[in-house]
């Protein structure tokens, strides 16, 4: 058994060494600081279902963390204010777009923006010093801004059980509790359960969200010729030779005309859901294609055809 946790404790700091090596700024972190952080997102997704994982499990896992996103959120919890300025400057506007989402008006909204800082930092402290904020459940195994939406919509969530009088606990703090709520706050957190992981399920449904107006917006902004081969192809079921002779083009002009309109609608989404909803370019860059593979949107009003139908291949695929 031993043998075992020294082995594992042996591939974190491997692990650690070159997360660090691969971030654009380490922070000037040390290997100890981050090892730390390491064994704790080990303990919460890797040992929790396999007690005894292979090598290459655990060196995956942790060669799939976000260096740069988790050295800053480390190099904040530490105290270093050039990562918080950093932080506040580079994720204010994720802040302030998923507030707005999980508010009901302009003043809540802000109200919940200017607050989620505090929930960050911490106003009490650990055992060891250090502010027993929020940031310390980022393990890095997701994006910093999908995990900032989630806390604000969790931050969200805890304000309204307030409001409407609900007994609210201290580890009701930890994001992973949110997936056990109680029968009357089930239907508000059912987008947590039945996942391992709560607090990406939340900032899956926040991104899916923005990313659902962000491609209303842009498919009532196409050409209307445009507008009708996505609508022949994607919801009539049309082969594209079929839909070009309605459109009176040959099958390969609808074709590279299709592969254009994905091309403008993709640039068009990731512009909105960076200028409206304050994304980063990467953010957006990197996950489109994968929220966009599970929207579960009824998306046809926005071309002005019957109803009843549903997208069936998403012009954001591929």
């Not at 505090?118 to 009490?124: D, M, P, Q, W, Y």
């Not at 805890?158 to 930890?174: G, I, L, P, Y």
Request: aromatic share 4%; proline share 3%.
């Amino acid at each position: 058994m031993r043998q075992e946790v020294n082995k594992i404790e042996a591939l974190i700091r491997a692990g650690a060494e070159r997360l660090l090596a691969r971030a654009t700024n380490s922070r000037a972190l040390d290997l100890d600081a981050v090892s730390a952080r390491l064994r704790l997102a080990i303990d919460k997704y890797v040992l929790r279902d396999d007690p005894s994982p292979a090598a290459p499990a655990i060196e995956s896992f942790l060669d799939g963390l976000r260096a740069d996103d988790l050295c800053l959120v480390i190099a904040c919890e530490h105290g270093d204010q050039s990562a918080w300025s950093e932080m506040v400057e580079g994720f204010g506007a994720t802040v302030r777009s998923a507030a707005r989402s999980a508010s009901s008006n302009e003043d809540t909204a802000e109200d919940l923006a200017q607050s989620i800082w505090a929930e960050l930092h911490g106003l009490k402290a650990r055992a060891d010093g250090q502010p027993a904020g929020k940031l310390a459940y980022y393990s890095g195994a997701g994006s910093l801004g999908g995990w900032l939406r989630a806390v604000v919509g969790q931050l969200a969530i805890d304000q309204h059980r307030r409001q409407s009088r609900f007994v609210q606990t201290e580890e009701d703090a930890d994001l992973d509790r949110l997936a056990h709520g109680s029968d009357g706050e089930q239907e508000a957190l059912n987008v947590f359960h039945s996942s391992p992981n709560p607090e990406e399920a939340l900032a899956g449904e926040l991104a899916a969200a923005d990313v659902e107006k962000a491609l209303a917006q842009t498919l009532a902004g196409l050409d209307a010729e445009d507008r009708l081969l996505v609508k022949l192809y994607y919801f009539d079921g049309l082969r594209l030779r079929e839909a070009g002779a309605v459109l009176g083009v040959h099958e390969a002009t609808a074709s590279r005309r299709l592969t254009r309109i994905h091309s403008e609608i993709r640039e068009c989404v990731e512009e909105v859901l960076m200028k409206e909803h304050g994304w980063t370019k990467s953010e957006a860059t990197r996950s489109l294609a994968e929220i966009a593979a599970h929207l579960q949107t009824e998306v046809e009003p926005m071309l002005a055809s019957r109803p009843g139908q549903t997208l069936q291949n998403s012009p954001l695929e591929g």
